[in-house]
């Protein structure tokens, strides 16, 4: 198991699309925040509407999560999704998790 897996599992994120990227301690507001840096990604390979294979990668969006705290800590999530754009139809959507 990944050093990744591991702090995910700490957190209780359990979603194999999501990589760690980087982790900080931040203090905020006096209270101290250890910053998980992570990316939402998977591969689409047909559009769900009419089945056609053209899908392509359409820049990122960053969300902030607050995750449990524990140990006098407070835990943030910054996860960069990846959007999507239909080409043929122009639609767009989001990476999706159970998390967000």
Same mark, same amino acid.
């Given at each position: 198991?990944?050093i990744?897996n ?9 979603d ?9 301690h931040q ?6 925040? $250890?910053?998980?840096?992570? %990316? =939402?990604?998977y591969?689409?390979? !047909?559009?769900?509407?009419f089945g056609?294979p053209?899908?392509i #990668? ?14 006098? $800590?407070?835990?943030?999530? %910054? =996860?960069?999704?990846?959007?999507? !754009? ?7 959507f989001?990476? #999706?998790?159970?998390i967000v």
């Open positions: 198991m990944s990744s591991s702090i995910l599992k700490l957190v209780g994120i359990e194999k699309n999501i990589k760690i990227n980087d982790i900080s203090t905020i507001n006096g209270v101290q925040c $250890h910053i998980i840096e992570a %990316k =939402l990604s591969d689409v390979e !047909r559009c769900e509407t056609i053209d899908v #990668k359409n820049g990122t969006r960053q969300t902030t999560i607050r995750l449990s705290s524990f140990n006098g $800590h407070r835990y943030i999530l %910054k =996860l960069v999704t990846q959007r999507y !754009r239909y080409y043929h139809c122009n639609s767009t989001g990476a #999706k998790t159970d």
